[in-house]
């Protein structure tokens, strides 16, 4: 069992800290694969992982005034990382639990009106919705992070830097035609849902050629069909 809590209120140092979790992930599958390899188990199954009760939890609701978290762009950002990370490290994982799905701090918060989804909502559901079938190894180069993080050791094992464009990708039930977009922004990261919802879904679309700009502090989702279907063997 490996249990990560790091809280942030630096916008960088808190979009960066789960990528901890990859690093956690990558090294467990490793003991994991010593174990086999000294007490020279049979090449069956690979021991699957499990994410207990991972979530963006900053340290600006106290107890004593509810715990109730008003999450901002840049947690719904860092939401978006943890789960690049999940799709990245699938083939270690068995199950991510969400912390928590009706809590003070659930993606979902109810008032006497309504039910407000919060920011890190509009991440999860696009993930939920769209980024399931076979995850696709990606390697992007452009602008990295050399600043500080939480913890500090996470600075020393990204040697060449933190990229600020954080990738994952997976091949399902993709768009028909053109690419479909999917961006969640805010006027800066410090922006949160109130019952007037200032962070959504923003839908588009886009004709696939040329570059690509994403916007700053943004998470964007791109869908299109594939050339060629891919069939499950199993």
């Known amino acids: 069992m490996h249990s990560i809590h790091i809280a942030s ?5 808190n979009v960066s800290a789960p990528l901890i979790a990859e690093r956690a992930i990558e090294a467990t599958a490793a003991f994991i694969d010593v174990a086999r390899i000294e007490n020279n188990i049979v090449p069956t199954k690979h021991t699957p992982l499990s994410a207990s009760e991972w979530k963006v939890w900053p340290t600006r609701a106290p107890g004593n005034l509810g715990a109730e978290e ?5 947690d719904a950002l860092a939401v978006g990382v943890w789960l690049n990370v999940f799709v990245r490290q699938a083939k270690y994982l068995g199950m991510a ?8 701090i659930s993606p979902l918060m109810t008032t006497e009106k309504e039910i407000v ?3 890190t909502f509009c991440i999860l559901e696009l993930f939920s919705r769209y980024m399931r079938g076979w995850t696709v190894h990606t390697h992007v180069i452009g602008g990295v992070y050399t600043g500080e993080t939480e913890p500090a050791w996470l600075k020393g094992v990204q040697e060449e830097g933190i990229n600020t464009l954080d990738v994952s990708a997976a ?3 993709g768009a028909e ?5 999917r961006t969640v922004t ?3 990261v410090n922006v949160v849902n109130t019952e007037e919802e200032e962070v959504r879904i923003a839908e588009g679309t886009w004709d696939g050629k040329g570059k690509y700009t994403f916007k700053k502090h943004s998470f964007t989702l ?3 069909k594939s050339v060629e279907k891919i069939l499950d063997n199993e």
């Open 9 to 13: 209120s630096d916008h960088m140092m």
């Open 70 to 74: 008003k999450y901002t762009l840049s």
């Open 97 to 104: 639990n969400i912390a928590q799905s009706v809590n003070v």
């Open 117 to 119: 989804k919060r920011t």
């Open 171 to 173: 091949v399902g039930g």
């Open 177 to 181: 035609g053109g690419v479909e977009t």
């Open 186 to 188: 805010g006027e800066n």
């Open 222 to 224: 791109l869908m299109w």
